[in-house]
């Protein structure tokens, strides 16, 4: 069993930045694959981002390229979300996620969840 417990969100502008972290109990950490997930009002949860056991594939939904950078501590058992150059469409709950092994891409083949941390980017 895993408690995943997300922080970080918050109200800001257009451009601004932001970094989401999760939290996970437990001694097991290292072996699930961790991402983020986002889910607006009325649709579905989607992918964000994904990061490997190691740390060492890192991999994103193509809205989020160039300006989301997933890491992960496991020493600390955290993984982050660094948000840059936040839009307005970048609106919504973020959940943190975990998968024992295999890649995260789809919220079908999750795990665990976090309860969730809201992201609003005003224009």
């Known amino acids: 069993q895993v408690q995943l417990v997300e922080s970080g969100g918050g109200l800001v502008q257009a451009g601004d930045s932001l970094r989401l972290s999760c939290v996970a109990s437990?001694?097991?950490?290292?072996?699930?694959?961790m991402g983020w997930f986002r889910q607006a009002p009325g649709k579905e949860r989607d992918f964000v981002a994904g990061i490997s056991r190691s740390g060492g594939t890192t991999y994103y939904t193509d809205s989020v390229k160039g300006r989301f950078t997933i890491s992960r501590d496991n020493a600390k058992n955290a993984v982050y979300l660094q948000m840059n150059s936040l839009k307005p469409e970048d609106t919504a709950v973020y959940y943190c996620?975990?998968?024992?092994?295999?890649?995260?891409?789809?919220?079908?083949?999750?795990?665990?969840w976090g309860q969730g941390t809201q992201v609003t980017v005003s224009s």
């Open positions: 437990g001694r097991t950490f290292a072996s699930y694959t």
């Open positions: 996620a975990a998968r024992i092994g295999g890649i995260l891409t789809q919220s079908r083949t999750v795990d665990y």
